[in-house]
């Protein structure tokens, strides 16, 4: 990364910050799905630990992962199994956000020209435009994974007397399969920002990508959907190479054409 790159970069997180509203929107919706909600879990499972629907989705958990008071099985339950696929939804939701506007903001701004002179080659430009969502969707998915887990194991020491171990999920989760994911959807979100009218037609299609995360969030609910660590490996380096390619595949079909077709 040359320093021509960086101060696009730099230029798109300051556009971002200083927009208090959006920043703000950024950091709310990660904050209540990461901290408010798991709160609410762990707070229920406390106070009526024995409710039907907390059964039976105990009743799917692998025998090897029942240790413990049925308290703390459950918090695992819930820590291990459903709340790693919210940081499969939050990289998408905060790097929507810049990636959207990646080229049609230039447009509506009027800055795009000032953008082409600048001394980069358009696939640079494109790479500096995904990285800058790639960069701030991976800061505010490692921030909120360290507030709750602070927040997590506070409670869970104040309620049941004892700390809770993570699993090894968490690390492929965070370092493998959430990038990766989060890179497929900003390099898409940005091609289509190119050929997009608005800034609202671009975040329109983005939310079409956040559907088949919901889903799967529904099916960890559900209980359907319970992965191991290897099976997240598998699905975390398929996604690395689906990222890999779609990125070059985008990058060489990024022409000047499709950027200043009004």
């Not at 024995?50 to 339950?77: H, N």
């Not at 509506?108 to 953008?115: K, N, Y």
């Not at 979100?189 to 990508?209: D, H, M, N, T, Y």
Request: net charge neutral; aromatic share 10%; with cysteine.
């Amino acid at each position: 990364m040359n320093k021509a790159m960086f101060a696009i970069i730099r230029k798109d997180f300051r556009g971002i910050t200083a927009n208090h509203r959006l920043f703000a929107t950024i950091l709310i919706v990660p904050l209540i799905l990461t901290l408010v909600l798991p709160s609410i879990f762990v707070v229920s499972i406390h106070f009526v630990p024995d409710d039907p629907d907390i059964v039976k989705l105990l009743e799917l958990l692998p025998e090897s992962a029942k240790t413990g008071s049925l308290e703390m099985t459950v918090t695992s339950l819930i820590v291990n199994y459903v709340l790693p696929v919210f940081f499969l939804m939050i990289p998408i939701m905060t790097a929507s956000i810049m990636a959207a506007s990646a080229f049609v903001g230039e447009k509506e701004r009027h800055t795009l020209e000032t953008l082409l002179y600048c001394p980069l080659t358009l696939k640079q430009i494109f790479q500096s435009k995904v990285l800058a969502a790639f960069f701030l969707s991976m800061l505010v998915s490692f921030l909120s994974f360290f507030a709750m887990i602070l927040v997590l194991e506070t409670e869970v020491y104040f309620l049941m007397g004892q700390l809770l171990l993570p699993g090894l999920n968490w690390l492929v989760i965070m370092l493998l399969v959430s990038p990766a994911i989060s890179l497929i959807a900003i390099t898409l979100i940005v091609r289509g920002s190119a050929k997009a009218q608005s800034v609202e037609e671009s975040q329109q299609g983005a939310v079409f990508l956040i559907i088949p995360v919901i889903l799967l969030v529904v099916g960890q609910f559900t209980g359907l959907l319970l992965m191991s660590v290897w099976i997240l490996l598998g699905l975390g380096a398929l996604c690395a190479i689906l990222a890999w390619f779609l990125l070059k595949k985008s990058m060489g079909r990024f022409t000047y054409e499709m950027l200043l077709k009004s």
